[in-house]
């Protein structure tokens, strides 16, 4: 086991804090207890592996995560304040191969055995990790949109209509099969980065996330009528002119509208539901961020 003096950790760089955390099982837990309570108070961004390799940590303790660990070793120490928390050394800490908290464990287990579930909450898992599936499922439905469209215009007998019909139909999907890629990529990109809106130890966890999809759907939407509406618009109106519209019913596309208007219309209307989104989305994640800064600084 790797040794480092106590005192020593609370000076080391923030990357050299990291390095302990991953290699966890090679110091002394007290180290790594230490060298995760100095990554909290610097409000270093804890990315998902290192998030994965403090729950093994904390795991090895019978704790759910390590804010619960940290926070749990903190009453029993009657400890007020993390300042008081460093200048104790964090003495006290067993050895994984002990038990931990052994009074009263029966009554304990029975009133707090579902302290797992109540931090998974807590920490904001039970909010992003059903968020990054969603994205994950939107993208796939996205890829799958241009079928849906090809089988309409099969159902509604569109190659049975007059050949300029069948034609502008032809381009109108690939129009659609293109905004679909476009669309599968935004879901795809920020089903990865909806993990990481909030972080370990933030008290408001599930307003950073609703905010998220708010802004990632107004991405979307308006990007799918920026695209599909304004070319849509340009191409039947080329071809068809006045019987653009029906063209659109056709391909279950009836809120596409013909015409001049509509072909400069459309991007002003996908650039207003970006703009927009995006404005409300950071005002939810504003004051979230207030909120746990705030908190943050109370518990320093």
């Known amino acids: 086991m790797k040794t480092i003096r106590i005192s020593q950790v609370s000076k080391m760089k923030s990357a050299d804090l990291i390095k302990i955390i991953d290699l966890w ?32 940590f904390s795991a090895k303790y019978n704790h759910s995560d390590i804010d619960e660990f940290i926070n749990r070793y903190l009453k029993i120490n009657n400890h007020n304040n993390y300042q008081e928390f460093f200048q104790s050394g964090i003495e006290g800490v067993n050895h994984p191969r002990e038990k931990q908290y052994t009074e009263n464990s029966i009554d304990n287990k029975f009133f707090t055995f579902i302290n797992p579930y109540l931090s998974f909450i807590d920490n904001g898992h039970f909010y992003r990790n059903p968020f990054s599936w969603l994205y994950g499922s939107l993208a796939i439905i996205n890829l799958i949109l241009p079928l849906y469209v090809f089988y309409q215009a099969l159902d509604n007998g569109i190659f049975n209509s007059p050949s300029k019909f069948v034609i502008a139909s032809l381009f109108v999907w690939l129009i659609v099969a293109f905004a679909s890629w476009i669309s599968f990529q935004i879901w795809w990109d920020r089903k990865s980065r909806v993990i990481s809106v909030s ?16 802004q990632t759907l107004g991405e979307w939407l308006g990007t799918w009528i920026g695209i599909v509406g304004s070319l849509t618009a340009l191409l039947t109106t080329l071809i068809l002119g006045s ?29 207003l539901v970006i703009v927009s989104s995006r404005f409300l989305a950071e005002q939810f994640r504003a004051l979230s961020s207030i909120a746990n800064n705030t908190g943050n600084k109370e518990l320093s």
């Open 243 to 271: 019987e653009g519209d029906y063209l659109s019913g056709q391909l279950g596309l009836g809120f596409m509208k013909a015409g001049f208007v509509q072909i400069i219309l459309m991007p002003v209307y996908g650039f």
């Open 199 to 214: 972080n370990k130890g933030d008290e408001f966890v599930a307003t950073p996330v609703f905010s998220h999809l708010i």
């Open 25 to 56: 099982h090679k110091y002394d837990p007290r180290i790594v207890l230490i060298a995760n309570a100095e990554l909290r108070k610097r409000k270093f961004k804890i990315t998902y592996s290192i998030e994965k390799k403090q729950n093994e």
